[in-house]
């Protein structure tokens, strides 16, 4: 790889990407649509050669071909918002990907679980059985099945898997809330069940395998799993984040009645509530895959992951 794309840079998955990218050494340009937010990407990275700056549209070719000149590695790692996401995420990967095909390219899509459907085993693999019951998990099916159709002659795609996820740069992730909450010191909400232990992967962990997933020509083509370092229930999520942050402010489980009547105001947390069943019986990746084909997994552990999130959201007060 010698040079790479990361579409939807400034996002909770493209941030540290960018970075990951470029500490390797790689040349590197950030996409998105915000010139200030690319530039305090930038700022944050730190002065380097390797990293140039693109604003545009992800759902307009044009755009990214125009970026990515001379790029062999396109990662998309640009997402919708929660509500807009059976609407938005299939004219989105058709952009991207037939991007991908005018460069002959190479593409790394980052999605997530929502198109197994409910757990079958204890710990899945890239082969476990996709039957989506909910909306999200049907569109998120036939995204996949854009992605990897036969019609792609030049392009070269690949998606990697990620939990829920956690990180100084998340922004849509169910815990984004509680964290930034937290590192306030204020009063707030966890979505879900706080007693049932779930996977959870912290973001520059996720990062760098991804990269590593990427590196490796024969990846392409396929599905790939990046688990978390082991189950953790919310309350000891929250117990690690609040223990960081030096302060005990109360934070209170919403459940399916609550998300309900906050979903009368909130188009975000009206849809939440198809999705709480991962709450309630948690879907757990398997890493035996990327072990036998990549290498070791290796995982910051979760109580240092947490505080280093909530010190650094701090410093964004």
Excluded: C
């Excluded at 005018?102 to 039957?131: M, Q």
């Excluded at 984004?176 to 962990?205: C, H, W």
């Amino acid at each position: 790889m010698k040079k790479a794309i990361v579409l939807g840079a400034t996002g909770g998955v493209g941030h540290p990407l960018t970075a990951e990218l470029v500490k390797r050494g790689v040349e590197t340009i950030a996409f998105g649509r915000s010139m200030e937010k690319l530039k305090r990407l930038e700022q944050e990275i730190g002065p380097t050669p390797l990293l140039s700056l693109y604003t545009g549209d992800a759902f307009r070719t044009e755009d990214i071909v125009k970026a990515a000149d001379g790029a062999d590695i396109i990662f998309h790692s640009a997402n919708i918002p929660y509500h807009e996401m059976e609407t938005r995420l299939l004219p989105l990967g058709e952009a991207v990907m037939q991007s991908a095909e005018r460069l002959e390219a190479k593409v790394v899509v980052v999605d997530g679980i929502y198109p197994y459907g409910r757990r079958t085993v204890e710990k899945a693999t890239e082969e476990h059985p996709k039957n989506p019951h909910t909306r999200k998990g049907k569109t998120r099916l036939a995204y996949e099945k854009m992605i990897l159709s036969s019609r792609w002659e030049k392009a070269r795609p690949l998606i990697v898997r990620l939990p829920d996820y956690y990180g100084p740069t998340a922004q849509a992730s169910y815990l984004s809330l509680t964290m930034q909450a937290i590192a306030a010191g204020k009063g707030t909400v966890f979505i879900g069940n706080m007693k049932v232990p779930r996977e959870y992967v912290y973001l520059p962990d996720a990062a760098n395998m991804i990269v590593n997933i990427a590196e490796r020509d024969a990846s392409y083509g396929q599905n790939w799993h990046i688990p978390g370092p082991g189950l953790l229930s919310g309350r000891e999520l929250v117990g690690f984040a609040q223990n960081a942050s030096g302060r005990k402010k109360s934070v209170v489980p919403m459940g399916r009645i609550s998300l309900t009547l906050a979903g009368w105001f909130n188009p975000v947390m009206k849809e939440v509530v198809e999705m709480l069943y991962l709450t309630e019986e948690p879907f757990v990746l398997s890493g035996e895959k990327y072990e036998k084909h990549i290498g070791p997994l290796v995982w910051t552990p979760h109580e240092k992951a947490i505080r280093d999130t909530i010190v650094a959201l701090q410093e964004q007060l």
